[in-house]
């Protein structure tokens, strides 16, 4: 069965960090390159960040560069999202996504719950 399980998130004020965990099973995470989508309140979903299969290659949003660091560490089949300096409008539920496009296969995660308030 496959899983794609995000943790980590929670209610910070602006200024704040979190890390968000995404753990995967049921299928060979090292195979994926992965990928942190968010949709805030009444929005449509944003892309944030991606990683490459291997690590090698990381994307961000532009309004995510220099705050966000997505990592991965397919011994533990887990994919990271390191969220600093964080701002209210970063409040949202974040997906992890795991993409084989080769094999036009993809899984999602059913979020977790980032609010930015003070």
């Known amino acids: 069965e496959v899983q794609v399980v995000e943790s980590g998130g929670g209610l910070v004020r602006p200024g704040e960090s979190l890390r968000l965990s995404c753990a995967a099973s049921?299928?060979?995470?090292?195979?994926?390159?992965m990928s942190w989508v968010r949709q805030a309140p009444g929005k449509w979903l944003e892309w944030v960040s991606d990683?490459?299969?291997?690590?090698?290659?990381?994307y961000y949003a532009e309004s995510m560069k220099g705050r966000f660091t997505i990592s991965r560490d397919n011994a533990k089949n887990t994919v990271y999202l390191q969220m600093n300096n964080l701002k209210v409008e970063d409040t949202a539920v974040y997906f992890c996504?795991?993409?084989?496009?080769?094999?036009?296969?993809?899984?999602w995660g059913q979020g977790t719950q980032v609010t930015v308030s003070s």
């Open positions: 049921g299928f060979t995470f090292g195979q994926y390159d």
């Open positions: 990683i490459s299969w291997n690590g090698g290659t990381t």
């Open positions: 996504k795991a993409d084989h496009s080769a094999r036009g296969v993809v899984y």
